[in-house]
């Protein structure tokens, strides 16, 4: 499985972006697809999830209310729809896809996720 992450860009605090996380390879088989951020100097962090087969989503606790992740099966698909950005929402997004059958608490860890694509770089400036 590859994927490859689009969308991103520099904005204002307020605004959205969408990105996009294209997938080819062997994607029938995945379960989970995910959005992780990562700002300079910290950690990897979850952003949101969702399961593949029913779209069942959860989100990271600073994106809830403004992130909303999508799919589109037929093309391979997965979105983040960003609104309301912050400053604090700059990072480099990386998509993320999985095999494994997780709950929902497991599906926020990046340890979770066997497939990453490159990353999209997200600049917010106030």
């Known amino acids: 499985v590859q994927l490859q992450a689009s969308g991103g860009g520099s904005v204002q605090a307020g605004e959205s972006l969408r990105l996009s996380c294209a997938a080819s390879g062997r994607t029938s088989s995945w379960n989970h697809v995910a959005w992780f951020r990562q700002a300079p100097g910290k950690e990897r962090e979850f952003v949101a999830t969702i399961r593949w087969r029913d779209g069942r989503a959860a989100y990271g606790g600073s994106m809830r209310g403004r992130f909303t992740i999508s799919k589109d099966n037929a093309k391979n698909m997965v979105y983040l729809q960003m609104d309301s950005l912050k400053p604090e929402d700059t990072a480099v997004y990386y998509c993320?896809?999985?095999?494994?059958?997780?709950?929902?608490?497991?599906?926020?860890?990046?340890?979770?996720?066997?497939?990453w694509g490159q990353g999209t770089q997200v600049t917010v400036s106030s």
């Open positions: 993320a896809s999985t095999q494994g059958t997780l709950s929902t608490v497991q599906a926020t860890r990046i340890g979770a996720y066997s497939y």
